[in-house]
């Protein structure tokens, strides 16, 4: 099975049998990061759906904030201990055979070193650095307590935002159903704006 046709039945088993939701919240959450999944499939697909879903009430606040920090803390937990392993030297020698782009590895090394232990925070919002930020960071080999700090907190605010989100898209789509011409023109808009980012989250001059 294809990774792209895995997201949609997860999406689909999310929707049949949300009291299982949170595994698959934190299944995608952890492997985004832990396996380096989010360098060819983002998890978003996945978060924003189950945001959507705790805005309709069909999976619980609760659970959706639970198991999605818990993933993704524990994926950039996992991913710290390889990079940490490997060691900087080791990792740049070896991009291509770990299936990494070096453009995205100077990118990400550019945004830790301005950044610092805050690129934990706000290295989940980029597309592109999302997935090899723990791994970077890692082979850096800074104190765990600190790691695991500005993890714990960058983990709550990223989730966090996709409870946000799915509340706004589940208002949004309300919306649309009705004032439908409107609703189409609001939802062209936004969904240019998540182009924009996109773009712009991938976007050398960022760093």
């Avoid at 919240?25 to 945001?51: D, S």
């Amino acid at each position: 099975m294809e990774l792209a046709n895995l997201l949609d039945v997860s999406i689909q088993f999310i929707k049949s049998h949300p009291e299982l939701a949170c595994f698959s919240l934190f299944l995608w959450a952890f492997l985004e990061t832990g396996l380096l999944l989010g360098l060819i499939l983002p998890a978003e697909k996945i978060l924003i759906v189950g945001g959507i879903l705790v805005s309709k009430g069909v999976i619980s606040p609760l659970s959706f904030f639970f198991c999605g920090t818990l993933g993704t803390f524990l994926g950039y937990t996992a991913t710290y201990f390889i990079g940490y392993y490997i060691g900087e030297e080791v990792l740049e020698k070896n991009l291509q055979r770990l299936r990494l782009s070096r453009e995205d590895f100077i990118k990400t090394k550019r945004f830790v070193e301005s950044k610092g232990e805050m690129s934990l925070v706000f290295g989940r919002f980029i597309p592109v650095v999302r997935p090899l930020l723990p791994l970077l960071i890692g082979a850096f080999k800074p104190p765990l307590k600190k790691f695991t700090l500005f993890n714990f907190l960058g983990a709550i605010l990223w989730i966090s935002s996709y409870v946000l989100m799915g509340n706004l898209l589940g208002e949004l789509i309300s919306f649309i159903i009705t004032h439908k011409i409107p609703g189409i023109a609001l939802t062209v808009v936004l969904f240019l704006f998540y182009l924009a980012w996109r773009k712009y989250g991938k976007n050398k001059k960022l760093f």
